[in-house]
């Protein structure tokens, strides 16, 4: 079972930079999957921040990037800012119409 | 400017069965790929089901496959998820997203199911 993995939890201070990550189980990610990546607060529904890889969504600030890192995809955020504290999700194309998220992560400016 | 709103959900007994719909507007609605994504409360987003623009093409996620259907009317510009047999673990804000470079992009504001007794 193909299982989308990110970390559960992380902190930032304000201004600092954080990078978040987006693994397999089995195997490494790469741009064939199409890594996005979402920003959601509690109550809200998901906003797209990134989609292909790398390509910002429409009013994204540049603060926000994507990318391949090793064997997974990664958010950077850069100047992190309070109104960053949310969750985030990246997801992943299986192929054959299939796309699997991963678990989440809390992210926490302090 | 995309907007999508979703419909239907509500609260019903497990074993029993709902149709939710999505309204499109501000697209041409018939040239995209369209999802449902949910959400149960507390956890995290799980993607159900997506539909190719004429509708011959459907896929869902292993957990919802034999129980959800999705289904669309270009002529209506809307989506829909007939959920069957529901169970307590269904119980979840229910999304429709559009698609745009294989990635739910545009997303609606949700509606809740809850299975109880």
């Known amino acids: 079972q193909t299982v989308v993995t990110q970390e559960p939890s992380f902190s930032v201070s304000p201004g600092g930079t954080v990078t978040l990550t987006c693994g397999l189980n089995?195997?490494?990610?790469?741009?064939?999957?199409?890594p996005s990546w979402y920003q959601q607060t509690p109550g809200q529904p998901p906003r797209t921040l990134i989609y292909?890889?790398?390509t910002r969504s429409s009013g994204v600030p540049d603060r926000f990037s994507g990318s391949i890192l090793g064997n997974k995809a990664a958010l950077t955020i850069t100047g992190a800012q309070a109104d960053d504290e949310s969750d985030y999700y990246c997801?992943?194309?299986?192929?054959?119409?299939?796309?699997?998220f991963g678990g989440g992560t809390k992210l926490t400016v302090l | 400017e995309v907007q999508l709103v979703e419909s239907g959900g509500g609260l019903v007994k497990p074993g029993g069965s709902l149709r939710l719909s999505c309204a499109a507007s501000?697209?041409?609605?018939?040239?995209?790929?369209m999802n449902w994504v949910r959400q149960a409360p507390g956890k995290g987003l799980e993607w159900v089901s997506c539909?190719?623009?004429?509708?011959?093409?459907?896929h869902y996620a292993d957990s919802v496959k034999g129980r959800f259907t999705i289904s669309r009317d270009n002529t209506k510009d809307s989506l829909y998820l007939q959920i069957n047999s529901l169970r307590a673990e269904d119980t979840a804000v229910y999304y429709c997203?559009?698609?745009?470079?294989?990635?739910?992009?545009?997303w609606g504001q949700g509606t809740l199911v809850t299975v109880s007794s």
């Open positions: 997203a559009r698609d745009l470079a294989r990635t739910p992009l545009n």
């Open positions: 501000g697209f041409i609605f018939k040239t995209y790929v």
């Open positions: 539909i190719g623009g004429s509708g011959t093409n459907t």
């Open positions: 089995s195997g490494s990610v790469s741009t064939d999957y199409y």
């Open positions: 292909s890889t790398s």
């Open positions: 997801i992943l194309y299986m192929g054959g119409g299939i796309w699997v």
